[in-house]
């Protein structure tokens, strides 16, 4: 009889600003995985600013709204203040052709961007209010146009009182 195979069981422990957390796995990087999420979730909690998760389902949300309404985002870096070691960014957004301008601040590029997508999303009610009105107009402007087809096919048939000819073998 043949032993079955000693399976390896890795444990990984982690620690950060008092909290710890520890996992096992059955390789280094799956416990190390498992520690890292555990973490995460202990942590969501106290800081849900620094979780880049939510962080980036806010930028998630802005582009899907604003897609949704077909307009363009377009995001300019503005300006950069402090020393190496603790810099500034700041980045202007724009909403379609000048529609909506907003400046995010933060400590990189991301964090400026993802500030400039929370400020974009507390106006999306009224950015909405404001594209309601041009968007009637334009569907107006539609059953117009298509009237207007109805009316020259009904024209170009009372000009040609000739029957289709018929296709059909016999």
Do not use: W
Not at 71 to 91: F, N
Not at 99 to 108: I, K, N, Y
Not at 124 to 145: T, V, W
Request: glycine fraction near 6%; aromatic fraction near 4%; hydrophobic fraction near 30%.
């Amino acid at each position: 009889r043949k032993n079955p195979p000693v399976r390896p069981e890795f444990k990984f422990s982690l620690s950060y600003q008092g909290e710890e957390v520890s996992a096992n796995g059955r390789t280094k990087q799956a416990a190390r995985h498992k520690a890292a999420e555990a973490m995460i979730e202990l942590l969501k909690d106290k800081f849900p600013e620094r979780l880049v998760a939510t962080e980036t389902d806010a930028e998630d949300e802005m582009f899907s709204v604003l897609a949704g309404k077909g307009l363009r985002l377009s995001y300019e870096y503005v300006r950069e203040e402090g020393d190496t070691d603790h810099r500034i960014y700041t980045v202007q957004c724009t909403v379609g052709r000048g529609l909506l301008t907003v400046e995010g601040t933060g400590d990189d590029k991301k964090a400026a961007r993802l500030a400039a997508a929370q400020q974009i999303l507390a106006c999306a009610d009224e950015l909405k209010a404001s594209l309601l009105p041009k968007r009637k107009r334009a569907d107006a402007s539609k059953k117009k146009r298509t009237d207007k087809k109805a009316e020259r096919a009904k024209l170009s048939e009372a000009q040609d009182p000739s029957p289709s000819p018929d296709l059909r073998s016999e």
